[in-house]
């Protein structure tokens, strides 16, 4: 059970599971400090976001930069308008992640989320816990160890956050890992949201074909149709 607690630094506002206060430090945000205590256990800076994966407490942990994607990337990397501290892309998605943890869903349980306002612009963090030993969807279908009965699992877990009425506002192959014991989660809930109504559910499915097609045109010699058919006899099996 996640216990939510919040703490106001000045500038700094940090949200984290008040079971975790003695782990908890501020300092966890600073990749600076992370490598001066030799917690580091690897760094990806590719594409929008910028990661540290982390050792800490006998955990492993994952903190995220939240940076800006696309042209207004080119400008502002990292800077987001404030219109209140319960609005910010960190708080929503800690609190998303929280909601989705106590109901059991497979996604990364949230450890500790951080703003800091600067006027009326903030930057942001968000730390999960770890998930080890888990490949992309890309990466293995890529790979070709994708058989179908994994694709209709895939295709269960995305059901599984439906049923909640959970959006997923980038569903696509690189944000659905999946571990060695075949476990699917979903990850990368940034402006994720808890949705009424059905209308936004096909699209999220649409924009994952989107991403496999792209994925399947580098990949020609597997069979796109067959498997995706898969995933939707998973999603629809209730």
């Known amino acids: 059970m996640i216990n939510v607690c919040e ?3 000045g500038a700094d506002y940090f949200i984290f599971d008040e079971n975790h206060q003695e782990t908890f430090t501020p ?10 205590q ?3 256990i690897s760094t990806n800076m590719q594409g929008r976001g910028s990661a540290w994966a982390f050792h800490w407490q006998d955990q492993n942990y994952v903190l ?6 696309g042209l207004p990337a080119k400008v502002n990397k ?7 501290l319960q609005n910010t892309r960190a ?30 612009m903030y930057q942001a963090d968000l730390i999960t816990r770890h998930l080890p030993g ?3 969807l890309a990466e293995r279908f890529i790979a070709g160890s994708l058989p179908r009965p994994l694709w209709h699992k895939v295709g269960t877990t995305i059901r599984q ?3 909640h009425q959970i959006f997923h506002a980038d569903l696509n192959a690189n944000n659905i890992l999946i571990d060695e014991a075949d476990r699917v989660f979903l990850i990368d809930f940034d402006r994720g949201t808890l949705r009424k109504g059905r209308y936004w559910k096909q699209q999220n499915l649409s924009r994952l074909h989107r991403s496999l097609q792209k994925v399947w045109s580098a990949s020609s010699r597997k069979n796109l149709p067959s498997f995706w058919t898969a995933l939707l006899e998973g999603y629809a099996h209730t």
């Not at 990292?78 to 209140?84: H, P, R």
């Not at 800690?94 to 949230?110: D, F, I, K, N, V």
């Open 7 to 9: 703490r106001h630094e």
């Open 27 to 36: 300092s966890l945000f600073s990749p600076t400090f992370l490598s001066e």
């Open 38 to 40: 030799n917690c580091l």
């Open 64 to 69: 995220r930069h939240y940076r800006r994607g």
């Open 78 to 84: 990292d800077l987001y308008l404030w219109s209140g």
């Open 91 to 120: 708080w929503h998605e800690w609190r998303l992640l929280a909601t989705a943890s106590a109901w059991q869903l497979p996604c990364p349980q949230p450890f500790a989320a951080h703003v800091r306002r600067s006027g009326l």
């Open 134 to 136: 888990t490949h992309t």
């Open 161 to 163: 956050f439906h049923d």
